[in-house]
């Protein structure tokens, strides 16, 4: 009972995000710290549904893979062409989760895209890859979900879908429309055009009501990811967020209020107990000094003060640059009584760790100062890295007189980074304080976590969470601090903060033990075992509407039988996969290797000897030789191969061909390079999509036929059907993935 009001509790109960079994940001933790306590709810019937991304690298580190699992509605949904792995995430409770490799949709990217134009006048024109991919996870998630329905579910079922972000909203879309019992949930965790409004610098919080959403969307090119988060939260049975900062942004960019407020929580489960808490704190501390020692060639005392700054990569919204420049003004400070270790821990771009760097550790080599060393990972582009240049821009030099030192740790500190090799957790364990004053931030997962950990930590009132201990605790002060910020005041902001931390540092030992006690107070108010009711009530409020369109689903009955059929014997067929290879006779041998090279594509004799096998069965298969060889039944090869009109003809078409290869031979030895990011050399071959491949297409075919020794370099879908990249040279073509290296002939 919530609010003196009965609620309702779902029988089924899947949850959809990109960042489940893959971490990117705060979403992450939200769910993989709830999940505990849905998993000890609802068991196997809480399942979660993510992006198979890992898939062309390697072994996803949070996914455990149950084959067992499922295993009868698997075999169904693979029939259906649906491309899935099942498992549990390696987290507390080890909840259910489905991987959706959604991969296999890019094909029918203009197909799909047209049907939710048709029906919801989603706008997905302007949708470049980062937002291609997502929407086809959020409609690969719905087909998941509706064939999990479909085999195992009854019209009594009491089901909820809830999807996080526009990143999966088209499975909401999708489920509107086929599986009408199925109440959605849509949450938003901070809106499109909200964060490309901060990420602009423009100001938002003044001037919030006088912005356009359309015309914000349209500027920077989010018109589509804005398109596709304003329908979800329309068409969804029910639509929450996480803070009011965030409702008042959809208020106006999304013209829809939220219908609750469900703030995001922590989980007991993920902090280390008493009895090991003290040994994991002087673990990371040893680390993190000694890191430091070898990054600077100096030597800290076992008192220096440690804080942190994390988040990803956006020095505005995240305010990196706010706590860079108060660590500057900190620098300049003669009050300081000890030394300030501030550790940066924003991933980059990186080359993996500074062999140097780790030469140091292993001869604990701390005897030669070193200045302007920052960074645990080689950048990749250091000149131009906004964060290296900010710290250098303050007179940050981690000169053996500086108070301030600065360590950058440009990576995902994963447990297997190469120099801690410690996760973030236990890392974060051993500081004495964080910051993190944020311009934009819809929650504010880091403080939280802060704060869970024992460490005390300042915000912003412009985070969710800050708002929530402004609300609850607002005579805190000390080291945990809600720091005023607005549009305009970021000096005051900076000066904020380092009175702040000024005030920290001369504490005692024993008022620095009551304040991370108090710490530790504040973070249990967000609890997930007091936060999870909010969603129970919109879990409910959504069945509600689920009843009124009960017409539309009564009677249906699961697809899988409960239980095996009462009989001696079990009259089911037992389906086995058998793969047959198929047997050419040998005079038409010739005819694989003309339709595993595009030359028959611009040869006219080429084509018409493919079109003489089936005429009609050539243009149903759209010109795809291959295909249309495999097609073949045995009696139809036998046949062929006793075609006399047809053999001669394939005699002539490989004499010309063999012809035509021979002259590969005199090929100069310069080579041309020729980039594109697309290739028009025919239908069957996807990586194409308009005149610019046409004609890279055509340069190819006249250099081929002019015999230059040419090399065509492209792209293909960043998770296509064959791989990453595509290279097109002499008479063949190399595809590469990131474990194997294959070819095919094309041309000479």
């Known amino acids: 009972m919530i609010k003196d009001k009965l609620l309702v509790t779902p029988d089924y109960l899947f ?59 698997r075999e169904i949904a693979e029939d259906e062409g649906l491309r899935i792995k099942i498992g549990r995430w390696n987290i507390p409770g080890k909840p259910v989760v489905i991987l959706a490799d959604f991969t296999s949709f890019f094909s029918e990217k203009d ?59 088209t499975g909401i879309l999708y489920l509107k429309e086929v599986v009408p019992q199925i109440g959605t949930v849509f ?23 006088n912005y356009s959403a359309e015309a914000i969307a349209r500027q920077f090119g989010v018109m589509a990811k ?78 220096s003060v440690l804080i942190l700054n994390s988040s990803r990569y956006e020095v505005r919204i995240k305010g990196i640059d706010i706590f860079i420049n108060a660590l500057g003004m900190l620098n300049k400070q003669s009050k300081l009584p000890q030394s300030i270790i501030a550790f940066i821990a924003v991933p980059s771009g990186q080359n993996g760790p500074r062999k140097e ?32 240049r900010m710290i250098k821009a303050n007179g940050l030099l981690n000169r053996p007189e500086d108070k301030v030192k600065v360590v950058y740790i440009p990576t995902y500190l994963n447990g ?66 809600v720091i005023e910020r607005n549009d305009d005041n970021d000096r005051e902001v900076v000066e904020n903060i380092v009175k702040h931390i000024l005030n920290c540092v001369s504490k005692s030992e024993k008022e620095i033990i009551k304040i991370r006690i108090k710490a530790y107070e504040i973070s249990r108010s967000v609890l997930w075992k007091n936060l999870a009711g909010n969603y129970k009530e919109a879990y409910s409020d959504a069945l509600s509407e689920t009843v009124a369109r009960a017409e539309q689903y009564s009677g249906k009955q699961p697809q899988l039988l409960v239980a095996a059929p009462k009989s001696t014997f079990d009259l089911r067929p037992d389906w086995r996969k058998v793969l047959i290879q198929q047997r050419v006779p040998e005079n038409l041998a010739s005819l694989e290797k003309l339709a595993k090279n595009l030359w028959w594509s611009w040869n006219y004799e080429g084509s018409e000897l493919f079109e003489m096998i089936n005429k009609e069965r050539w243009y149903s298969l759209k010109f795809n030789p291959i295909a249309l060889i495999e097609s073949l039944s045995f009696k139809e090869l036998q046949d062929l191969s006793e075609n006399e009109q047809f053999i001669a003809k394939l005699d002539r078409v490989t004499a010309a061909f063999n012809a035509y290869m021979a002259k590969a031979a005199a090929k100069p030895k310069n080579m041309v390079a020729y980039f594109s990011m697309e290739y028009g050399l025919h239908d069957t071959v996807k990586i194409f999509s308009g005149g610019l491949g046409m004609l890279a297409g055509d340069y190819l075919k006249e250099a081929s036929d002019s015999n230059y020794n040419i090399v065509g370099i492209g792209l293909l879908y960043r998770y296509g059907y064959f791989t990453q990249s595509l290279s097109i040279f002499g008479d063949q073509i190399a595809i590469y993935t990131p474990q194997k290296f294959t070819h095919m002939p094309l041309v000479p």
């Open 187 to 209: 949450t938003t965790h901070g809106t499109v055009v909200g964060r490309c409004i901060a990420a602009h610098n423009l100001p938002l919080y003044n001037n919030l009501l």
């Open 111 to 169: 197909k799909i895209f047209a049907h939710f134009w048709e029906h919801y006048k989603l706008d997905s024109l302007s949708g470049d890859w980062d937002y291609i991919e997502p929407a086809f996870f959020g409609y690969a998630a719905g087909l998941i979900i509706e064939s999990f329905y479909n085999c195992n579910l009854s019209h009594h079922d009491k089901i909820i879908a809830q999807f996080h972000e526009w990143k999966t909203g």
């Open 226 to 303: 804005f398109s596709l988060e304003k329908l979800s939260a329309h068409e969804a049975d029910y639509f929450t967020t996480v803070s009011q900062l965030t409702n008042n942004e959809c208020i106006h960019f999304l013209e829809k209020e939220a219908d609750l407020l469900t703030p995001n929580g922590f989980d007991d489960s993920w902090i280390p107990p008493n009895e090991v808490f003290p040994e994991k704190r002087k673990i990371s501390r040893e680390k993190l000094l000694e890191v430091a020692g070898a990054l600077t060639g100096q030597v800290y005392s076992h008192d």
């Open 416 to 481: 297997s980074d190469g120099v801690f090799d410690l996760s973030y957790y236990d890392l974060l364990i051993g500081f004495d304080g964080t910051v993190f004053p944020s311009y934009y931030e819809p929650w504010g997962y880091s403080a939280l976590e802060s704060l869970s950990f024992h460490i005390p930590t300042i915000t912003t009132s412009l985070t969710g969470f800050g708002q929530w201990v402004k609300t609850l605790f607002p005579t805190v002060k000390d080291c945990t601090s």
């Open 15 to 73: 949850e959809t995000s990109w960042e489940v079994c893959n971490k990117v940001g705060g979403i992450h933790t939200a769910i993989a710290t709830k999940a505990k306590l849905l998993a000890e709810e609802f068991k196997d019937n809480y399942i979660l549904i993510g992006p198979d991304v890992w898939k062309e690298t390697h072994q996803n580190p949070e996914f455990i893979e149950d084959k067992f699992l499922y295993k009868s509605w």
């Open 357 to 388: 760097l780790l030469d140091r550790i292993a001869a604990r080599d701390t005897l030669k100062p070193r200045q302007e060393e920052y960074t645990t990972h080689s950048l990749a582009e250091p000149d131009n890295d906004a964060i290296m």
